[in-house]
C-alpha cells in the first residue's frame, strides 16, 4: 500500500512538473507575443512618422517647384545653378522664410528713417544738410575703401520661401560670400569713374575673435598707402531669426526686380566712452546716403541703425559699417544691391566736388 501511495504521489507530482513546465512555455510564448506585437506597432508609428516626413519634404518641394516657376516667368532666369544638388535634405525639418520690407522707425526726415538707440536726438536735418569732411577728387588712386571684417557671411542659393535645418550662412569661397558683394560695389564705382580699394582678407577666419582688430590693421595699412581714401565700408550682412526659427529676409523691388535692403549702421562716443569724436562726420555721410539711396531706388534702406558702438568707425572721417540683406537673401538679391550701392556712393562722393 505505501509502495503504491509513493508511486501515486510521483505520478502526481511528474505531472504538476509537466503541467509547469508546458504552462511556463506558455506564458513565454504569451510575453513573445506580445514582444513582437510592440514591435509591430513601433514599427508601424515609424513608418507613420517616415510617411509624414516625406509628406513634409513634398509639401516644400512644392513650394520649391512653384518658387523656381514663379521666377522662371517673372525673369526667364535659369537657376538650376543655384539648387543644392548634392545634399540629401530627404529627412530634415524646414522653417519659414518671410519677405519684408522694413521701413518706419522712431524718427524721420525727408524720405528716409532712422532707428535711433541711443539717448541723444541727433538733428538729421543739419546733418543732411551739412558739407562732408572730404571732397571727390578727379584721380584714378582709391577714395573708396570696401572691407570686411566678417568675410565669410554668406547667402541662400535660391529664394525658396523655406530654408533647411542644417543651413549654415558661412562659407570660405568669396564667389558666395559678401567679398562677391563687395566686388559688386568695387565695379559699380569703376563704372561711375571711382576707383575703389577691396580688401579681400578673411580678418574671421579661422576665428571671429580679434576680427575687429585685424580689420583695423588692414583699414590703416590702406590709408597709410592711400591718402585719397575718403569712405571707408565694412561690408556685411545681417541675420534675423525668430523664436519660431522663422528667417526674415528683407526685400525691395526696383524695374521688377528683387534686391537685399541695406541697413546703414552708426555710431557715436557714447557720452565720451568711446574715443571717437569724428562721429558726426561720419553721420552726415550716414544720412547722404540713406536719403540718396531712397530717391535712386525707392525702398532701399532698412532704417539707419544710430547706436552706442564704435567698430572701427573712428579710424577716419566717412566710416560706415553696412549691413547688405540678411542670411535668408539670396546671393543674387546682395549682388543687385551692391551694384545700386556703388551708384550711390558715387552719387553722394561726387556732391561733394566744389571744382
Not at 149 to 163: F, K
Request: hydrophobic share 30%.
Amino acid at each position: 500500500m505505501k509502495t503504491n501511495e509513493k508511486i501515486c504521489r510521483a505520478a502526481v507530482t511528474l505531472t504538476a512538473m509537466i503541467i509547469s513546465v508546458f504552462g511556463a512555455f506558455s506564458i513565454a510564448d504569451k510575453i513573445d507575443g506580445f514582444v513582437e506585437s510592440q514591435k509591430r506597432h513601433e514599427t508601424k508609428a515609424e513608418l507613420a512618422m517616415t510617411s509624414v516626413n516625406k509628406i513634409s519634404e513634398k509639401a516644400a518641394q512644392s513650394v520649391f517647384e512653384k518658387n523656381r516657376q514663379i521666377e522662371s516667368d517673372t525673369d526667364n532666369t535659369d537657376n538650376s545653378d543655384n539648387t543644392d544638388t548634392d545634399t540629401d535634405h530627404t529627412f530634415e525639418t524646414t522653417y519659414l522664410v518671410t519677405e519684408s520690407l522694413y521701413r518706419e522707425s522712431n524718427m524721420s526726415c525727408g524720405n528716409f528713417y532712422v532707428k535711433n538707440a541711443t539717448n541723444l536726438t541727433p538733428d538729421l536735418k543739419g546733418y543732411l544738410n551739412a558739407d562732408l569732411p572730404f571732397e571727390y577728387e578727379d584721380t584714378e588712386q582709391p577714395q573708396v575703401l570696401i572691407v570686411h571684417t566678417h568675410s565669410t557671411e554668406s547667402y541662400m542659393d535660391s529664394d525658396l520661401g523655406y530654408y533647411y535645418e542644417s543651413f549654415y550662412p558661412r562659407d570660405e569661397d568669396d564667389r558666395k560670400n559678401v567679398i562677391s558683394v563687395g566686388d559688386a560695389i568695387t565695379e559699380s564705382l569703376k563704372e561711375e569713374g571711382i576707383t575703389a580699394a577691396h580688401s579681400i582678407k578673411h580678418h574671421d577666419d579661422p576665428s571671429y575673435l580679434g576680427a575687429y582688430d585685424s580689420s583695423a590693421e588692414t583699414i590703416n595699412s590702406y590709408l597709410e598707402r592711400y591718402p585719397t581714401i575718403k569712405i571707408i565700408f565694412d561690408i556685411h550682412r545681417d541675420s534675423i531669426t525668430t523664436d519660431e526659427n522663422e528667417k526674415i529676409k528683407p526685400t525691395f523691388t526696383y524695374n521688377g526686380e528683387k534686391a537685399a535692403q541695406i541697413m546703414i549702421m552708426c555710431g557715436n562716443s557714447n557720452n565720451g566712452y568711446y574715443d571717437f569724436d569724428n562721429w558726426e562726420e561720419n553721420m552726415s555721410l550716414a544720412v547722404k546716403l540713406q536719403s540718396k539711396a531712397e530717391e535712386m531706388y525707392p525702398g532701399m534702406t532698412r532704417p539707419l541703425y544710430f547706436g552706442n558702438f564704435m567698430y572701427n568707425m573712428n579710424l577716419a572721417p566717412g566710416s560706415l559699417l553696412i549691413e547688405i540683406g540678411t542670411d535668408a537673401n539670396t546671393h543674387e538679391e546682395a549682388m543687385r544691391t551692391g551694384e545700386y550701392l556703388g551708384k550711390v556712393t558715387a552719387a553722394v562722393l561726387k556732391s561733394s566736388y566744389s571744382g
